[in-house]
């Protein structure tokens, strides 16, 4: 049987992009079909077409701790186009946007909230409705998801053995956000500290990600001695060096010569 590998994503191809990680979503888990059952997850946006996908509303809802409220959450079930790769769409009023991340104003001032929502969400789906062996994020959007997991959901019936991977495409693009934004994760106050969350009195999701996944890659970079200048990694040298040993270069796109899948694979198969 084979494994499952999730990808809980921002951004997948063809469906909606805005950055480089949405061809790693969109294009990468139909590469892995031989080795691994494949799956992508996303934000229900209104940008994406249910005709598209095919999608259809399925019975699957359930409810997200955020701060002190509940947020409800709605499966949609598809598949990617002109593939046969399962796609899952989570619905929530926080993502009926007419932008993904932002608008021209810049970003939605409530993006901590959207995307630790969309985090959480994903394991719970994962714990009650779809169990999966390995769940891959992507940049600061999913970076929560292997922090909520250690933290949290570890102990959980389907997520005791789960691995969670974070690819990072742009180490500048962090998700900081103010202090004040710690109840919403619903953790206290013990991953504020220098060696997980806390980023200069700020939370850094990116940091997070990096402090709890097993493995870190870097999909565009053809190695890692950029590691080396501490005035490349936008004040997270320090965490990177600490958490040098789970750090992999996984040439992506035209650095790669085509063959991401062949190096993503041995990255998988060596968790």
């Known amino acids: 049987m084979k494994k499952r590998v999730l990808f809980a994503a921002t951004e997948a191809t063809p469906l909606i992009k805005q950055t480089e990680i ?12 031989e080795e691994y059952e494949t799956a992508v997850i996303l934000p229900f946006y209104p940008l994406i077409s249910t005709k598209a996908v095919n999608a259809k509303k399925s019975n699957i809802t359930f409810t997200i701790p955020v701060s002190d ?18 796609l899952f769409l989570l619905a929530n009023k926080h993502f009926d946007r007419a932008g993904i991340y932002g ?17 959480r969400a994903v394991l719970e789906f994962v714990d009650h409705h779809y169990p999966v062996d390995i769940i891959i994020s992507s940049d600061w959007y999913t970076a929560l998801i292997p922090v909520f997991l250690k933290e949290q959901y570890q102990d959980f019936n389907n997520l005791h ?23 919403i994760l619903n953790l206290g106050w013990n991953i504020f ?15 997070g990600g990096i402090v709890y996944a097993d493995t870190v890659f870097f999909p565009s970079k053809s190695s890692l001695d950029f590691l080396h200048d501490t005035n490349c990694c936008h ?5 990177l ?10 040439p992506f796109g035209k650095e ?15 968790m």
């Open 22 to 33: 949405a061809d790693f979503n969109g294009l990468t888990p139909q590469h892995l079909t």
């Open 103 to 119: 608008n021209h104003t810049g970003p939605y001032p409530d993006n901590s909230v959207r995307y630790s929502l969309f985090s």
């Open 161 to 183: 053995n789960v691995k969670t991977v974070l690819a990072i495409f742009d180490l500048s693009n962090q998700g900081i956000f103010w202090v004040y934004d710690l109840p």
């Open 241 to 250: 060096q600490f958490h040098n040993a789970k750090l992999k270069a996984l």
């Open 256 to 270: 790669s010569g085509n063959n991401e899948t062949k190096n993503l694979l041995k990255i998988l198969k060596e």
């Open 193 to 207: 500290t220098a060696e997980k969350l806390e980023f200069y009195n700020d939370l850094n999701f990116l940091k």
């Open 235 to 239: 004040g997270l040298h320090g965490i």
């Open 69 to 86: 409220s509940l947020k409800t959450v709605t499966v949609w079930e598809g598949r990617l186009p002109n593939s046969n790769i399962k």
